[in-house]
């Protein structure tokens, strides 16, 4: 990620250290996985991802969940996302029970799935 794209979504973020610390963290892991599947990913995706998992971590410092998705959203899905997304938010898992919610996933695994088909 680019040391601009990656500086923007860490000062929009307002995050403690700690919270910076996962987030740049989970937004390698996150890179790592999407360069797999996709060469040129752009920067507006990478500052979508990374404002989302921006305000993942502050939901679960918070304690706070989101409302379920509903099913016909989830399905459209591929499962290899949901999965991805499932194995990058248990890296978080010390903050808590509301980064392994199914709303968190499927909103991670729609950012991941758009990407790798350059969205």
Known sequence: ??????????R???????GNVLLKKTLGDI??????????IPDERYLAV???MAEVI?????GEGLA?????TEDQIEASYKEKSRNILTSLKSLGNT?????EIILLAIHLQCASNGF
């Open 99 to 103: 980064t392994s919610s199914s709303s």
């Open 58 to 62: 502050k939901r679960a410092q918070r």
């Open 31 to 40: 890179e790592d996985l999407l360069i797999d599947t996709r060469k040129c």
């Open 1 to 10: 990620m680019k040391t601009k794209v990656l500086q923007q979504i860490l």
């Open 12 to 18: 929009d973020a307002s995050l403690d250290e700690a």
């Open 68 to 72: 379920k998705i509903d099913q016909e």
């Open 50 to 52: 990374g404002h989302h």
